[in-house]
């Protein structure tokens, strides 16, 4: 049979990235569609009764499905290995709708320390109000994970490779540790996708995306999803259909189309970013460089046993601190100086005056946010271009002299 609804988890996954999760219509197209509408229609009263009942399956208004959407929750869920996906308006709201689905008064989260800002504002500013607290912990030491747990803990959350010092944790181990514990485990995949991070056949429970990230890949769109079992996202979907973070019709289109390149995309930015991480790692004026892909990162051996590759974030420390950092970004001419990443634009910025910048001293201290510290989110820009950017502040540093 010719029929691109067979398309599931028996394929491979450059198969699945280009066609999953596309049921054609009754118009034949060969593309994905778009159905920007908010509600749709029956052929009769009984017909609607039976939808709005729950008795047939099908379409009712798009706050709780929309064919477009579909296509891309399908579609995603078969790359990352889930039974189920629920797409989101944003990265953030996946995050709230999961935590809303799972959690009540007086459970606890675990958590890395080293989380997106956001993330750590939405736990301690508005679940706290909820009841619902959180622990932070050191994302690479299993012992701390452990020794945070208690009964009231529910939900184990992390990011990995960590952002901007790519710290790496053991998913393998931590989803033992969670399911001892009776607690859900959910990975933030944002800066390696499922192209070269499957954290669900690690065993953890669920995956949240932001598709503003690599999922687009080219900076055109906010959304997210989660994904996981069928059980856990009928929960996530209830919380998205109620509550109303769902994702626009015209968002998923983007995001289904930026999937079917998601593994070359991918592929291109690590290949970047690893050959400069390794030049800049020679460079006189770089003090450190923070990237799981070199040999002497602390987590090297876990990031090659669990990752498909290192990503395309990376930090490098100049010496020189806040001056000398600042004049790097200052040099440039082509990166573009902003806190955005996962784009085919390199982006270039300065964590301890931007997106950690909320952070005491000491809490920088603790997360090892550097005045010397720059990020970088290695685009697909010609490796020569975005090195010559860099050299032109680098070599111009006292240090390099
Ligand atoms: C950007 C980001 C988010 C939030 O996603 P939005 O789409 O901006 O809401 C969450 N986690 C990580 C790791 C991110 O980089």
Redesign the pocket.
Known sequence: MHDENDINGDWGPATLAVRAGHRRTAEQEHSEPIFPTSSFVYDSAAEAARKFGGDEPGNIYSRFTNPTVQTFERRLAALEGGERCVATA??????LATALALLTAGDEIVASRS??G??VSLFDKYLSKLGITTRYVELSNLDDWAAALTPKTRLMFA?TPS?PLAEVVDIAALSKLARHHGAWLAI?N??LTPALQRPLALGADLV?H????YLDGQGRA???AVVGADALLEEVHGVVRTCGPCMSPFNAWIFTKGLETLGLRMRAHCANAMALAQWLDEHPAVERVHYCGLLQHPQHALACRQQDDFGAVLGLVVKGGREAAWSVIDATRLLSITG???DAKTTITHPATTTHGRLSEQQKAAAGIEEGLIRLAVGLEDLVDIRRDLARGLDALPASG
Do not use: Q, R, Y
């Open positions: 944003s990265g953030m709201s996946a995050i989380l997106f956001s993330t990011e952002n933030d944002c800066f949240i932001s598709a503003t990230k906010v959304g997210g955005n990443l996962g």
